[in-house]
């Protein structure tokens, strides 16, 4: 699956040094769903400083270029589990020994707290242990031939048709 070039973060290229880019991105949330000012994660986005990465340099990539970030598609899943699936489990085990153990809701809750602790501590230790497990962003640069335009009516880049 493909997600529309329009909803892919954007930023500009500020230096290139040993095959790295580091590239400011700009945060201000996506633009997926057209709910525009009304939508919470964009609001809490905006207003923010840009974001700075250091990423792998593709060929032909210059320092002022306007680039577009992406994340391969099969590692959407990989992250859900991890970042939602593995510590909701690990709370409902925690709760269920906290339960078992005394029947108690303060131990339930206790047992569900502490799962959840578990869950991120082992999360963590696994990226750092294994850093092909989260996802890379690659730069995906701009043809330089075509501008992207930044205008307060619209945040799409022009099309031309034939």
């Not at 906290?98 to 799962?115: K, Y």
């Not at 578990?118 to 995906?140: E, H, S």
């Not at 992207?148 to 945040?155: G, M, N, Q, Y």
Request: proline share 9%.
């Amino acid at each position: 699956m493909m997600m529309d070039p329009q909803d892919t973060p954007q930023g500009t290229v500020l230096a290139i040094a040993d095959g790295k880019a580091t590239v400011s991105i700009e945060t201000g949330g996506c633009k997926g769903c057209g709910h525009g000012q009304d939508c919470s994660i964009g609001k809490v986005g905006a207003g923010r400083p840009a974001a700075r990465l250091t990423l792998d340099a593709p060929a032909g990539l210059r320092v002022g270029d306007r680039i577009r970030l992406s994340l391969p598609a099969s590692s959407l899943p990989r992250m859900a589990l991890l970042g939602y699936l593995f510590p909701a489990l690990a709370m409902l085990t925690g709760a269920g020994i906290g339960n078992a153990s005394t029947g108690s809701d303060a131990a339930t809750a206790l047992g569900a707290l502490i799962g959840l602790l578990a869950a991120l501590a082992l999360i963590r230790l696994a990226v750092r242990r294994l850093p092909g497990l989260m996802p890379t962003p690659k730069i995906v640069a701009v043809p330089h031939f075509i501008p992207i335009v930044s205008s307060p009516f619209t945040d799409t880049e022009p099309h031309h048709e034939r």
